[in-house]
């Protein structure tokens, strides 16, 4: 039904935001965005009990894997946006096609036994991430854990880090340059 919104933020909250569209306020589930920036983002509307619920993502490609973990027996909307804010987008395929279990369990809701699960049912479809990646996404990891350590939020790190081309493989490099795109 909506597909995206684009506005301005005027209000930001832990799990949320209000994204103002021509004079109307909408609630979008997400933690992207920053407070008074114009955004787009792609939705997905949901209808729980007697409310409207809309969740957002700054790239097509978060809403196609939110998509696709919903797929999975037991994972809601809000327990896949949890997955989808532990780390980069390629670390948590990297996760799911190397059988990760522990990372996955570190999102909020999630079980081993969910993480499992997850795996099963999505590593297929995921195959094409596997192997040669593998160190480098586990180098993202270390990265945003570094960046969360000096004070930054998990995505914060997470979004300065896919701003980080994908040829520079240093972590310390990877580090330096997700720092300079965070002073920005």
Sequence with gaps: MIASLNGKIILKE?????????????KIFT?????????????????QRDTIVLFGFEKIEELEMFELLLTVSGIGPRSSMEILFLSSLKSIKSAIAN???????????ISKKTAERIIIE???????????N??????????????VNLG???????QALEKVPDEIKDIGQRIKIALKNLKK
Excluded at 99 to 109: C, E, H, R
């Design 14 to 26: 832990e799990n949320f935001i209000v994204l103002e569209v021509n004079g109307i306020g909408f």
């Design 31 to 47: 933690k992207s965005g920053e407070l008074g920036k114009e955004i787009k983002f792609f939705t997905k509307l949901f209808l």
């Design 99 to 109: 059988k990760q279990k522990n990372f996955l369990s570190k999102a909020k809701g």
């Design 122 to 132: 999505l590593k297929d479809k995921l195959k094409k991430h596997k192997g040669d």
């Design 134 to 147: 593998e160190e480098f996404f586990s180098q993202d990891d270390e990265a945003i854990d570094a960046l």
């Design 152 to 158: 930054y939020t998990r995505n914060q790190a997470k």
